[in-house]
Nanobody
């Protein structure tokens, strides 16, 4: 069973940056597109960025131009570079396949942006 482990979150001031990492227990990135999702308190989980097996990327309008998704096949890792963070980016961030979430959710990583 594939396990996904997210890390890299933290508390940052508005305008700051964070880099999230998602490590998979198996080599899954070559099979499916992968995405970063987030869930803010009282809101539904949403997809914010995805990267296809061919490298094509897509972003939610709310993060376009500020977030960058990338991956390292050799390390079975997907990254999310987050710049110019805003308080509304505060959420728990998760990774999973995209657009269908095929794997069990990891514990996520908390991102808190203070104003």
């Amino acid at each position: 069973q594939v396990q996904l482990v997210e890390s890299g979150g933290g508390l940052v001031q508005a305008g700051g940056s964070l880099r999230l990492s998602c490590v998979a227990s198996g080599n899954i990135f070559s099979r499916y597109a992968m995405g970063w999702y987030r869930q803010a308190p009282g809101k539904q989980r949403e997809l914010v960025a995805s990267i296809g097996s061919g490298g094509a990327t897509n972003y939610a309008d709310s993060v376009k131009g500020r977030f960058t998704i990338s991956r390292d096949y050799a390390k079975n890792t997907v990254y999310l570079q987050m710049n110019s963070l805003k308080p509304e980016d505060t959420a728990i961030y998760y990774c999973n396949s995209s657009p269908l979430t095929r794997y069990s959710w990891g514990q996520g990583t908390q991102v808190t942006v203070s104003s």
